[in-house]
């Protein structure tokens, strides 16, 4: 998503740390979503293109995107301490889910990780023939404080079709969220809407058994002292 001015979120930049806190704490959403950049932390950038760059370059552009991810750990632990959710999403195999701050945070109790592959959610794109749509599995590791969330997040390939690599630029076709994964996302939230609205409902019921209880309960004792 795009700041209210309408340009990229940068987490490098104090302005648009503070913004992100700012928006959250006026806001109060239910559901923080995070698809942070995974350039940094791509198998394929380490094992290819990092050798082709200066090694200051490849420096700046891990610590970039450590700092980035290390700013919305921060930002999905305030969530749950104010008990909402959140929902993270990267590369199955990228190297981010082995930093400090994503592998404490995916050990919480109520937080949960899955493993789906795009493909299962309708991924295509161009082939690199005659351009016609096929299918692009990119496995792909989401993290969630829902149980809801998690079972809509964990579709496999079927193996009955043919892969296409994501190579010669078919990976920026691959960075939007087909439209049947935005609708499993969409349908997790309302599940864990539904889900809350009924433990709330079932609460309000036990309490209201609860004071029927205690007030018979006082009634009897009214009643034996007048006696």
């Not at 309408?6 to 987490?11: I, R, V």
């Not at 930093?99 to 404490?104: F, H, I, N, R």
């Not at 499993?184 to 309302?190: E, T």
């Amino acid at each position: 998503t795009l700041k209210p001015d309408g340009t990229c979120w940068n987490f490098n930049l104090r302005e648009d740390r503070r913004l992100a806190r700012e928006m959250i704490s006026n806001q109060e959403p239910a559901w923080l979503i995070g698809s942070p950049p995974c350039t940094a932390f791509s198998i394929w950038n380490k094992q290819i293109n990092y050798n082709k760059m200066p090694a200051d370059k490849v420096q700046l552009a891990i610590e970039e995107g450590t700092h980035h991810m290390r700013c919305v750990c921060k930002l999905y632990r305030r969530q749950l301490s104010l008990g909402r959710h959140f929902l993270h999403e990267h590369p199955a195999r990228a190297l981010s889910w082995e930093l400090p701050e994503v592998e404490s945070l995916c050990k919480l109790p109520g937080v949960i990780v899955t493993v789906a592959d795009q493909c299962a959610y309708g991924l295509y794109t161009p082939s690199e023939i005659d351009g016609s749509p096929q299918l692009a599995q990119k496995p792909t590791r989401f993290m969630t404080s829902s149980v809801f969330m998690a079972r809509r997040l964990q579709h496999r390939c079927d193996k009955s079709h043919v892969h296409q690599q994501l190579v010669g630029g078919r990976c920026m076709e691959a960075t939007y969220y087909p439209l049947p994964l935005i609708r499993a996302i969409l349908r997790g939230m309302h599940d864990n809407s539904v889900a809350k609205a009924k433990k709330e409902e079932e609460i309000g019921t036990d309490a209201e058994k609860l004071r029927t209880h205690f007030k018979e309960c006082h009634q009897s004792d009214l009643s034996l002292i007048h006696i």
